[in-house]
């Protein structure tokens, strides 16, 4: 049983940046791989970006060069940094976490890019 607490969300103009934050806690044990997922209106949900535990990331095509995922061991906690932000970036960001036999889902921050 884990929990995921996300937070950093808000309203953004274009071309700005934000910083969401995601802590996991509850019985963590073994390996797992962090993952920011996103939906905005009327699409599906799309995986963004993950960073496995040793640190290897992925990242949508769409948000090359311009986030950066990254985790914190110690803590269980992961960060999307999201730069030069464009309206489509719009939507609810939802933070994961994976491990072999399940995926834990937070509850989601809204994002809008917007002038």
């Known amino acids: 049983q884990v929990q995921l607490v996300e937070s950093g969300g808000g309203l953004v103009q274009p071309g700005g940046s934000l910083r969401l934050s995601c802590k996991a806690s509850?019985?963590?044990?073994?390996?797992?791989?962090f993952g920011w997922y996103r939906q905005a209106p009327g699409k599906q949900h799309e995986l963004v970006a993950s960073v496995t535990h040793g640190g290897r990331t992925n990242y949508a095509d769409s948000v090359k060069g311009r986030f950066t995922i990254s985790r914190d061991n110690v803590n269980n906690t992961v960060s999307l940094q999201m730069n030069s932000l464009k309206a489509e970036d719009t939507a609810v960001y939802y933070c994961t976490a994976a491990f072999t036999m399940s995926v834990y889902w937070g509850q989601g921050t809204q994002v809008t890019v917007s002038s």
């Open positions: 509850g019985s963590i044990f073994g390996i797992y791989t």
